[in-house]
């Protein structure tokens, strides 16, 4: 099994920026996307970055130019930057990764954090 591990939330001013890691660990034998969704309270669930194996990135519209997804592959890591932070950005962030425990296609699975909180507030 793949855990990930959160951490980097907190409460920052609107306008500020904070960084959040996501690390996994456990046995694997391919991480493919890895990523963040996030919840707001009364809301869904939305994606807010992925990233690839390959490191292809993909945004919401709602942080394009704001937050940057990376990953590091060697340390099964992946980062959020989150700058020019907005009210409407608090939420609590969720990492996800896709793995393969195996080269048999019906061993891939998702994981999930268990979440962590981005509060921006003056």
């Known amino acids: 099994q793949v855990q990930l591990v959160e951490s980097g939330g907190g409460l920052v001013q609107p306008g500020g920026s904070l960084r959040l890691s996501c690390a996994a660990s456990?046995?694997?034998?391919?991480?493919?996307?890895m990523g963040w969704y996030r919840q707001a309270p009364g809301k869904q669930r939305e994606l807010v970055a992925t990233i690839t194996s390959d490191k292809t990135t993909n945004y919401a519209d709602s942080v394009k130019g704001r937050f940057t997804i990376s990953r590091d592959n060697a340390k099964n890591t992946v980062y959020l930057e989150m700058n020019s932070l907005k009210p409407e950005d608090t939420a609590v962030y969720y990492c996800?990764?896709?793995?393969?425990?195996?080269?048999?296609?019906?061993?891939?699975?998702?994981?999930w954090g268990q979440g962590t909180q981005v509060t921006v507030s003056s």
């Open positions: 456990g046995k694997f034998f391919i991480l493919f996307n």
């Open positions: 996800y990764s896709f793995q393969a425990v195996s080269a048999a296609p019906s061993d891939r699975y998702t994981t």
